[in-house]
């Protein structure tokens, strides 16, 4: 089961995003996840590092250093299978929190 | 590995702090240029950067918290986790810990005493250059030796050898001043016995070994032959207690007064392999302090051509021991032989070689001893195999036992690689008591060996055995990690939920092969024990051509007797005592000690004609009156030594039967002669064969010479008693005696003559034992795994052994059918088993003793050990599963 935190909320963001790119730098993936809920999620921007560093120990993601377009050096990220296979657990286990929750809003 | 990695982090902290701060700061500089662009000016795109990512360091910290803390903390969780697992069962956890313990700590044990003899360099500057000079062929024809005649240098060759510089930059001379320890005493003191080296000049300054206090010995102490000794650090601390003041005082050295000059630095025990040395002085001119001690008519300054002096050289910079050799070897042949006969067909010329200075290898006759060690070292490899492949399979089949467990943690969301890292963390707890406690094993095992061994060496484990325990450890570990990682993850999550009886067979063949080759090895250590136990056996049952049983030998060394004629009086009188003792049914005198591994050799001269050394190897010896009769070796033809053969009477010699076969075949041998034309001996008795160096030495022409007739080694006499009951309990009443003639003689070494020869295959007796109990130990740990092996299939099998016996097998059939599968293990092991120990026989052939290496009875001893550990191991299972009643089985599932 995946943990229904905000920990674990910012990670299915992440393992999301990566699974949609091939591969994206740190400052890539806030921008992505900025734009995709119409700047209706706003985090700390700092605070996606480490989490990104968890998953990549936790062997989600991989990590290479590359040049962005502008030809600077940047960290990108990548999602592992084993990623692959959490972001699914995790989308499931979102999945299950969010009918939960609505189940309870329904009848409460 | 995740888990690899993240330790790897915590020692690569600095250039992650660098690589995260690179990565922070180039968001923080994409968001300020796209700020730029969206119009904002620098300051202003600045702050919105730093407002938007929030507190950089706070970031860092908690990144870098990411990478290592966790690491850290997964790690002890793992081990925690382990730990608990171990605890819950014990049986097991103390099995692998112990088997481990076994294979590693005798393993160990073994290598540290291999790295002793065979690999340790010496305690000196840059051993590496080091060499023993050795001689190959021997010394000269004609010269005279004493000590090992491969390692024996005459002083004019050494000085030669020195001076030319361009081969060996150093090359040293030592001797020792006894065949075993000298009588030294200090101040006023009471005699004590030390063992001495005499050494050159350049031996401290050569080494590279220091003085610890005071100072060493120099090359003015050779040209002056000074009376100063410098003592070994070892010696100095246990005998005064690391005193300063001992330096300057004055001591003496076989009644030679000597003044203490220095104090050896600490760890250098000298080069002697027999034991460490307690002091040393210089070369010296007076006949009372020669090399080896025992030579009466020879000092090492008044006669340059006896060769009596060990070398140790140092190669010059930049030169291989191949061209330092041959660069050295011309100088060198010219003075061997400038004062002797030029080498002709029958005696080539003889040329130097060099022996790396490693271990205990260089010096003496160690080759046979280094190649039992590495027989040992191959044996008890083969142990460790055995271990690790039982601890191996004994985790498999617990891990398989857990596959339910694994299955349910992984349904429950555990990761694969979770499941993994514990696993790996329990393998590597394993791993680690069962090294440590086998290093335990392996410090007093090293201990006991030096102790049985004889050598006051010590065979302690140092960093290069440390080392090799570490990676044995090491690999032990791995092969574990990747037994438990091929069952876990191949534990199917969807069918290890459902009943399990069906998984496991898998396993099934891994596990016989496994055995198998186990089988195999063991059967190779049981016929190895077997044919080494043999051979002890055949030490044992020797004929040593003589009655041994009742024979108390002693040394004697006359101290006030200075002259040949007063020397011969006092032995003369020593022996009308020695036999008038109550309990003495005779005695008499032998030169060399039998048994003891000394011996004299010559080149025999019969009736003027000369065999050369390779042709006829004569051994001699001195003996004193009745010595056939007294020592119990049968007279074949003429008389024995008597007491009418004076110094003046006509010399005679008795020959034994092997020198009348091949020099006097089809003659009566009786009245031909014995030696040179004006120093000949007539010979008037042939005597049967008997041993003399040692037991296992082949059949070789001898002579017996009379003592009085035959001043060879007669400074020291072995005196010879056939008594009428326990020989040692003689010893009181005939050191009373001998005390009673001069109160100041000691008894040198009073053995019996059966403990001599026993004595001389100490460490075959030695050897055999350690391969017996590796033999034992390795049928033990198989007799373990089959057993563990068995019980666990039977479990697994309960519920088919149940359906067959509801289906009408017969209880005999069900037990036929486990004990098949016991036998099949057996006999396939014993089918590989086979060549590997035909194989090990053949590598062993050259330390076996009257033994074929095939040895039908070894072999079969080790077939019938096999079939015996096979029924043990069998019989519990067997009887579990013959009580499976089919009813309860089939519930059970």
């Known amino acids: 089961m995946a943990r229904n935190d905000l920990q674990g909320s910012l990670d299915l963001l992440v393992l999301k995003t990566l699974a949609q790119r091939n591969k994206l730098h740190g400052y890539g ?8 809920s119409d700047e209706m999620l706003q985090v700390e921007e700092g605070s996606i590092y480490p989490a990104l560093h968890r998953m990549e120990q936790s062997g989600w993601i991989s990590s290479e250093w590359a040049l962005t377009e502008t030809n600077r050096k940047a960290k990108y990220y990548r999602l592992t299978s084993a990623g692959r296979k959490q972001l699914h657990e995790a989308e499931e286990g979102f999945e299950q929190l969010v009918k939960g929750v609505r189940a309870m809003l329904r009848y409460a | 590995m995740a888990l690899l990695r993240r330790i790897g982090n915590l020692f690569r902290r600095s250039r992650l702090d660098g690589e995260i701060d690179a990565e922070l700061r180039a968001h923080i500089e994409m968001r300020i240029e796209d700020n730029i662009a969206a119009g904002m000016t620098p300051q202003e795109a600045r702050r919105d950067a730093l407002v938007r990512f929030g507190n950089p360091s706070t970031t860092k910290e908690r990144a870098v918290a990411a990478d290592a803390s966790l690491a850290l903390d997964n ?30 700590g005798a393993t160990t044990a073994i290598f540290s005493a291999m790295n002793a003899v065979l690999l340790r360099l010496l305690p000196a500057a840059n051993p590496k250059q080091l060499f023993f000079l050795h001689l190959p062929d021997d010394q000269p024809y004609g010269a005279h030796s004493t000590g090992d005649s491969e390692t024996s240098f005459s002083l004019p060759v050494f000085r030669v050898l020195r001076q030319d510089r361009r081969a060996f930059s150093e090359v040293m001379a030592f001797a020792p001043l006894g ?6 005493r200090f101040g006023d003191g009471l005699p004590e016995q030390a063992a001495a080296d005499m050494v050159s000049g350049n031996f401290f300054s050569g080494l590279g070994v220091a003085a610890a206090t005071g100072r060493m010995l120099s090359m003015a102490d050779e040209d002056a032959n ?28 076989k009644g030679i007064p000597f003044t203490i000059v220095g104090v050896a630095a600490e760890g250098f025990p000298g080069l002697e392999q027999e034991g460490p040395t307690d002091l040393w002085i210089p070369l010296q001119r007076r006949a009372e302090l020669v090399p080896w001690g025992n030579s009466s008519d020879q000092t090492l300054y008044g006669s340059p051509d006896w060769w009596c002096l060990r070398l ?14 041959a660069e050295a070897n011309a100088s060198f042949q010219a003075e061997a032989y400038a004062r002797i006969a030029a080498p002709n067909a029958a005696h080539p010329r003889i040329s130097l070689s060099a022996v790396a200075a490693k271990g205990m290898m260089g010096l003496g006759d160690f080759n046979e001893y280094g190649q039992r060690i590495r027989i040992m070292m191959a044996l008890v490899t083969l142990v460790l195999v055995i271990a690790c492949s039982n601890v191996a399979m004994l985790i498999v089949a617990r891990n398989a036992a857990r596959q339910r467990e694994f299955s349910l943690r992984m349904a429950l969301g555990a990761a694969r690689h979770t499941l993994l890292r514990q696993l790996l963390a329990e393998s590597g707890i394993l791993v680690v008591l069962g090294a440590m406690a086998g290093w335990l094993f392996a410090l007093a095992a090293t201990r006991a060996l030096a102790t049985w061994a004889e050598l006051e060496m010590s065979l302690g484990p140092d960093w290069k055995v440390l080392l090799f325990t570490g990676t044995v450890s090491v690999i032990a570990a791995l092969v574990f990690a990747l037994a438990p990682m091929r069952s876990a993850t191949n534990a199917p999550v969807t069918f290890a939920l459902r009943t399990w009886a069906v998984t496991g067979h898998r396993s099934k063949r891994g596990g016989s092969t496994v055995l198998t080759v186990q089988v195999a090895l063991c059967f190779t250590l049981l016929t190895a024990a077997g044919l080494l136990l043999r051979t002890l056996l055949n030490y044992e049952h020797t004929n040593l051509g003589m009655q041994t049983r009742g024979l108390l030998v002693f040394g004697i060394t006359p101290q006030k007797e200075i002259t040949d004629a007063t020397r011969l009086r006092f032995y003369q009188t020593l022996l009308q005592r020695m036999r008038a003792l109550p309990g003495v049914e005779g005695a008499t005198f032998v030169g060399a000690r039998l048994g003891s591994g000394w011996s004299s050799n010559d080149e025999p001269t019969v009736d003027g004609l000369t065999y050369s050394f390779s042709q006829v190897p004569l051994r001699t010896n001195v003996v004193g009156p009745d010595y056939l009769r007294v020592l119990g070796i049968p007279l074949l033809e003429g008389r024995d030594i008597r007491e009418s053969d004076t110094a003046t009477s006509q010399h005679v010699v008795v020959l034994n039967e092997t020198f009348v076969k091949r020099l006097l075949p089809n003659k009566n041998p009786i009245g031909h002669q014995l030696g040179e034309l004006k120093d ?15 037991v296992d030495e082949a059949p070789r022409a001898m002579a017996y010479y009379p003592y009085t007739q035959n001043d060879d080694s007669r400074s020291t006499l072995q005196v010879e008693l056939r008594t009428n009951g326990n020989p040692m309990a003689m010893l009181p009443t005939v050191e009373r005696a001998v005390h009673e003639l001069d109160p100041d003689l000691p008894l040198e070494k009073p053995m019996t003559q059966i403990a001599v020869f026993e004595d001389s295959y100490s460490q075959q007796r030695l050897f055999s034992r350690l391969a017996m109990f590796f033999a034992l130990l390795a049928a033990l740990l198989v007799g373990i795994g089959l057993y563990g092996t068995l019980s666990y299939r039977i479990g697994r099998r309960t519920a088919e052994i149940g359906i067959r016996m509801a289906l009408g097998a017969q209880r005999r059939q069900v037990l036929s059918m486990i004990l098949r599968e016991s036998f099949q293990i057996a ?33 079969a001893a080790a077939l019938v050990g096999i079939v015996g550990v096979s029924l043990v191991a069998s019989f519990n299972p067997v009887r579990r599963a013959s009580r499976i009643d089919p009813a309860t089985a089939l519930r059970s599932e």
């Open chain 1, 29 to 36: 993936i806030v921008l992505h996840i900025q734009r995709a």
């Open chain 2, 680 to 694: 000949h001996y007539t010979i008037v008795g042939v005597a049967k064969n008997s041993k003399y160096r040692s």
């Open chain 2, 179 to 184: 065949g075993s320890k000298v009588a030294v």
């Open chain 2, 312 to 325: 140790l050289a140092r190669l010059a910079p930049g030169v291989s021991a191949q061209q330092a050799v």
């Open chain 2, 226 to 253: 000074a009376p100063a000794a410098v003592l070994s650090y070892a010696y100095w601390t246990s005998r005064f207690s690391g005193n300063q003041n001992v330096v300057g005082q004055t001591m003496s050295v």
């Open chain 2, 827 to 859: 006999g396939a092991g014993i089918a590989g088993g086979i060549p590997l120990a035909l194989i090990a026989g053949h590598v062993m052939g050259s330390i076996l003793y009257e033994l074929k290496p095939d040895d039908k009875l070894s072999l």
């Open chain 2, 75 to 104: 790690l002890w969780r793992d081990i925690r986790y382990a730990l608990r697992q171990l605890r819950k069962s014990p049986i097991f956890a103390a099995t692998t810990v112990l088997t481990l313990a076994l294979g590693i």
